[in-house]
């Protein structure tokens, strides 16, 4: 049987996402949060964000339905109070509820941090560290955020797509793919733990729809599940493209794309047309991505052909195969139900 990673495989609660950017959470919440096929609230604790299972274990009202108080959450249905840590600290109810709290009242939460100006969570004890990208806050780069978007497509895809070297004459016609450039030449490959990166060359138009042909390099690194720093280097720009995914559910994804330049740290008045160009190349992978009738990546050997020029995303398949056996033999230190 073919063993698919897709967006729900359960070995992705083992692991760091986006949520969202920081800024777009306001208040104390509640807030709404779709990830690996479930449903999450989202709020403002005592001790900073919280995010528990979006159902009360009384009769599984929804808890975005409630309100935040003084860094308790309350359910809108019957008024039952969890804390930061899950705890059930009030059943309104009951006249003598600490004594009277069932086990079962309780949730599970999850790890949230902030990184990059994103929130991040891990639903269970993550296997894999959050990315570490060495030249953030660097004051060599300016920085443009693109604006989000969500994807029919699977998280584990639109990696393989992203770290794939031999699509850009053929995919990318219209922004930086040179036709006469097919061959990808033999690259570098290396593996540290859960992270892999990867250095190619080609030929490839410059990021500002000129049209104009240069010789590029390319510095790939993974981090697992799914994220993707992309360094490129052009004769007089150096440019970071960051690829973070959040993986709603089996067929959607949302990625937040973070592109770091020289250029822009010199010119800021670059932005908006770096983002316009950087979401047009984008457009011509997700218009190919979304026909794809499957929405995950195989991991049984044999179900795709790789060949040589693979190499670098059939890494990705190694990688997230060794996360799905990890995720099946090593105990968990904490859990969200």
């Known amino acids: 049987m073919t063993e698919w990673f897709d967006n729900e495989h359960p070995s992705l609660r083992r692991c760091w996402h986006p949520i969202g950017e920081v800024s777009e959470f306001d208040g104390v919440g509640p807030h709404l949060v779709r990830l690996v096929g479930a449903y999450f609230a989202l709020w403002k604790a005592s001790d900073g964000w919280s995010l528990l299972p979006d159902q009360c274990p009384h009769r599984l009202a ?31 109810a009951l006249e003598n509820a600490t004594s009277s709290i069932p086990p079962t009242a309780h949730l599970s939460g999850a790890q949230v941090e902030e990184h990059y100006g994103l929130l991040w969570v891990a639903l269970e004890d993550p296997i894999a560290p959050l990315p570490a990208i060495s030249d953030w806050g660097s004051d060599a780069f300016g920085l443009v955020r693109l604006p989000y978007q969500t994807w029919n497509a699977g998280a584990a895809q639109m990696t393989d797509n992203f770290l794939d070297v031999g699509h850009f004459p053929f995919t990318h016609t219209a922004t930086i793919g040179d036709a006469d450039d097919r061959v990808v030449h033999d ?30 390099t390319m510095d790939f690194v993974c981090f697992a599940p799914h994220h993707v720093s992309l360094r490129l280097g052009y004769e007089d720009d150096t440019i970071l493209l960051l690829f973070f995914h959040q993986p709603i559910d089996r067929e959607t994804t949302r990625v937040f794309v973070i592109q770091m330049a020289e250029s822009l740290a010199k010119d800021p008045g670059l932005g908006p047309d770096t983002i316009a160009f950087q979401m047009a190349v984008g457009k011509e992978d997700r218009d190919l991505l979304e026909t794809l009738r499957t929405k995950g990546v ?40």
């Not at 409630?66 to 059930?88: I, K, M, P």
């Not at 690259?187 to 010789?215: I, M, N, P």
């Open 62 to 92: 929804p808890l975005t339905q409630g309100t935040v108080t003084d860094g308790v959450l309350r359910c809108a249905y019957h008024g039952w109070c969890f804390s930061g840590e899950g705890t059930c600290v009030e059943i309104p």
């Open 187 to 216: 690259y570098e490959l290396s593996r540290d733990g859960w992270t892999f990166s990867a250095h190619h060359e080609h030929s490839a138009k410059v990021l500002d729809g000129s049209g104009r042909l240069e010789k590029r």
């Open 298 to 337: 195989p991991l049984t050997p044999g179900v795709e052909a790789n060949t040589r020029a693979d190499r670098i995303t059939v890494e990705l398949r190694r990688v997230l195969s060794d996360l799905a056996s990890a995720a099946r033999t090593r105990p968990l230190t904490g859990l969200v139900e």
